[in-house]
């Protein structure tokens, strides 16, 4: 199939953002004007506080072109975002995202580009609300600004966790790392030999897929409201697990012990991480991009949190002094290093 390829030169800058514009509709009440004037104007809902975050993500360094589709790059770098908001038990509302882009990228491309950020405005309920266009010298950035609401009173932070507090965590863990593992493992044969097709068997489906389609567990935020539950922390899990419990006890000055047998691992990673002679159990820890959300709750909260299905009740909240602590199947005590790679390594 030959590939259709329209200079981005050919619609020039306005072109270019009025085609971007034309697939977006607005669907948040908040968003009172979005894509066409010097701002856009966002209302928030009454008594709510606004939060704010953004990402930027440059090629070669926070991607890969060669094996991450354009569409699937536009539907994580939202998804990632909104899983900041998320991790401060937020509900995103709007996005804003600057692109800078190089003449070596067509205008199908940026179409591509922007089905995906499509899809994802659309799975979550965002509205995309503005942006900038640039031209870049090499290569594309990307630059994602997310905007959600929380009544103040609802806003989880890092600092929070108390002694004897339950550790939870949403999803499974360490199987977006994995899925680079392949990924890149594939490119190489890939580049060695351009004739052959990158081969991922059915069941290595799921683990490329939680590497480059993330997902914000926002569904985890609606779900904890439904059932009273207001986490005492909570973060999201980009650098992996073990990163993200130092963050949370030391903004929320505790110690933490984490069960091995209680961590969420799928067969698949398992599997997976035997094949690279990898410990599952350091994917887990140390992977990163599981984008799942990391949070502690009052043990008067263990039966609803019990209840959730996709949450698993993997540790408590310790005194500082008590420090941070994985406690193995065999009963061992490990300490918790944030970079615990060779620690872990089988
Ligand atoms: P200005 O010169 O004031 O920065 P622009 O011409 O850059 O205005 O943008 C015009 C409108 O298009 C603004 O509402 C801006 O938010 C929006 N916009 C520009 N680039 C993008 C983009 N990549 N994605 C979404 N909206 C964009
Ligand atoms: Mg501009």
């Not at 991922?200 to 799921?206: F, G, N, R, S």
Request: with cysteine; aromatic share 6%; net charge negative.
């Amino acid at each position: 199939m030959e590939n259709k390829r329209t200079e981005i030169a050919n619609l020039g800058e306005f072109g270019l953002i009025d085609r971007i514009a034309t697939g977006f509709s607005n669907e948040q009440k908040g968003t009172l004007m979005g894509i066409g004037d010097d701002a856009a104007v966002i209302a928030i809902p009454e008594g709510e506080v606004l939060l704010a975050s953004c990402d930027m993500l440059a090629e070669g360094v926070h991607f890969d072109l060669a094996y991450t589709p354009l569409h699937l790059l536009g539907y994580k770098s939202v998804a990632v975002n909104l899983s900041d908001i998320a991790a401060m038990n937020g509900i995103p509302r709007q996005i804003l995202i600057s692109i800078g882009i190089s003449n070596r990228f067509s205008v199908e491309a940026v179409d591509a580009l922007y089905d995906g950020i499509r899809q994802a405005c659309k799975d979550y309920q965002v509205d995309l609300a503005g942006g900038d266009t640039t031209s870049s010298r090499a290569g594309l950035v990307l630059s994602v600004t997310a905007i959600g609401s929380q009544k103040p009173e609802k806003v989880v932070s890092r600092a929070g966790a108390k002694v004897g507090d339950l550790v939870c965590v949403s999803g499974d863990l360490g199987a977006a790392y994995m899925g680079l593992q392949l990924l890149v493992r594939e490119n190489k044969v890939f580049q060695v030999n351009p004739d052959m097709q990158p081969e991922l068997p059915e069941e290595q489906a799921y683990l490329i897929q939680r590497q480059l389609k993330a997902e914000a567990r926002t569904d985890i935020v609606h779900e904890l409201a439904e059932k009273g539950v207001l986490p005492s922390s909570m973060i999201d899990i980009s650098d992996g697990l073990a990163s993200e419990l130092f963050h949370i006890c030391r903004q929320s000055h505790c110690g933490v012990h984490v069960f091995e047998d209680k961590l969420p691992i799928e067969n698949l990673t398992r599997l997976a991480a035997s094949d690279f002679g990898l410990s599952p159990l350091t994917c887990a820890m140390n992977g990163g991009e599981d984008y799942e959300l990391l949070f502690t709750v009052a043990q008067s909260d263990y039966e609803k949190v019990n209840q959730m299905e996709d949450v698993s009740i993997i540790g408590v909240i310790r005194e500082e002094s008590q420090g941070k602590s994985l406690i193995l199947k065999s009963g061992q005590v490990v300490e918790i290093k944030a970079q615990g790679w060779t620690h872990f390594k089988s």
